[in-house]
């Protein structure tokens, strides 16, 4: 058995965990996450404060770590860290405290690519969510359909042309003047909302759409943020249509808003689902994995799940705390590249982005 120490910092959670074991078979024997509240006040992410959050916070995640795995760092065989994609400053932190247990303790360095980490993160609660499976990775950075043909065997079949699925939860919720990050806000407000009352357009789903198509597998969330941003202005001065929702009174207003976030949620998960069914298809997979904060979504998940059943595909979604950014996945990924012998030199650095390995063109 290998017990792997993990380290993730490449946005704002301080996070590291422990995984123990070998090939597909592997336990967590503990995590941490620390998330930095502090950005909420600002909207979004501010890249200076995160990387401070983290250096106040590293040492003592990882010792509590590593005392809830009752280990000490001579307990481990390897130290995996994220080396991009993220912040850089941020992503400094965790590759630097990495690097120094590394050298402290004579064990090998691992790199883990972030994104590689979320298609890991199914596995560590469900023995089946193992390769081969179509996966769908939905974080507030990236939007990608991916087939996954074995563990570090990647096909990028579609990804967002421009915003992130996470990041149009986001942008949306700040419309609606939800707090910030808006992705679960949104979804509690959408069940609320009065389905059909909004019937944005699901971006890039054509008639006729054939394999081949350059946008089969693309999906696009700008242009629905546009037309949420004009169905609230809209409704801010004009008369609602429907009487019933409570004419110009506060109530009113408040139930438009539930039913632009059902809209806007329908419509984007109805792309979302329908390129990840299409993919499953093509590739004859009966298994699909989601990844990355979007995969809390319930709607998305019961979603993908009745389109899945259709054609006799299982879903796998990991726990909230397994789907947001954490350091178990990227002790599991790291655990799979110590495998291989992808390990680094202390010379490793941080980058803002870098391409997944493994990950071909379709
Ligand atoms: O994977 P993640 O923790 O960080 C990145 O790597 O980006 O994803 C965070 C994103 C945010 O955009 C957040 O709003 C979104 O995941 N999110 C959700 C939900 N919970 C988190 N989006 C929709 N519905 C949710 N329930
Ligand atoms: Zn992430």
Not at 111 to 127: I, K
Not at 180 to 199: C, K, M, N, S, W
Not at 343 to 359: E, I, S
């Amino acid at each position: 058995m290998t017990r792997v120490l993990g380290i993730e910092t490449s946005c704002d959670e301080t996070s590291a965990a422990v995984v123990d074991g070998a090939g597909d078979d592997v336990v967590l024997r503990s995590l941490v996450i620390l998330s930095q509240d502090a950005h909420a006040v600002f909207g979004g992410v501010v890249p200076e404060i995160a990387s401070r959050a983290h250096l106040t916070s590293i040492v003592p995640v990882v010792r509590r770590a590593l005392e809830e795995a009752s280990l000490g760092s001579d307990g481990l065989d390897a130290i995996a860290v994220t080396y991009t994609p993220g912040l850089v400053g941020a992503l400094l932190v965790g590759v630097s405290y990495a690097k120094a247990l590394a050298f402290a303790t004579g064990r090998p360095l691992v790199p883990v690519h972030h994104l590689e980490g979320h298609l890991f993160a199914a596995a560590l609660e469900h023995r089946d969510a193992i390769p081969p499976f179509t996966a769908l990775l939905v974080s507030g950075g990236h939007t990608m359909v991916i087939d996954v043909a074995a563990w570090g065997d990647y096909r990028l079949l579609g990804a967002t042309r421009d915003d992130a699925a996470g990041e149009a939860f986001d942008k949306v919720g700040k419309l609606l003047g939800l707090p910030y990050p808006g992705g679960r806000h949104v979804e509690a407000l959408a069940l609320q909302g009065v389905p059909g009352r909004y019937p944005f357009t699901r971006p890039m789903l054509r008639q006729n759409q054939r394999p081949g198509d350059a946008d089969y597998f693309d999906v696009s969330f700008s242009g629905i943020k546009t037309a949420v941003l004009r169905a609230v202005e809209d409704g801010a001065h004009d008369a609602p249509a429907d009487a019933a929702a409570g004419g110009g009174s506060a109530s009113g207003q408040a139930q438009r808003h539930a039913d632009i976030a059902r809209g806007f949620q329908d419509a984007v998960i109805g792309t979302l689902v329908a390129k990840t069914a299409r993919a499953a298809r093509k590739y004859g997979r009966t298994r699909i994995v989601v990844g990355g904060g979007v995969a809390c979504n319930r709607a998305l998940a019961a979603a993908l799940r009745r389109e899945a059943a259709a054609f006799g595909a299982t879903v796998f979604t990991p726990s909230p705390r397994l789907a947001t950014d954490n350091a178990a996945m990227i002790a599991r990924a790291g655990l799979f590249r110590l495998a291989r012998g992808d390990v680094a030199t202390l010379d490793l650095n941080a980058y803002a982005t870098a391409g997944l390995p493994g990950l071909r063109a379709a």
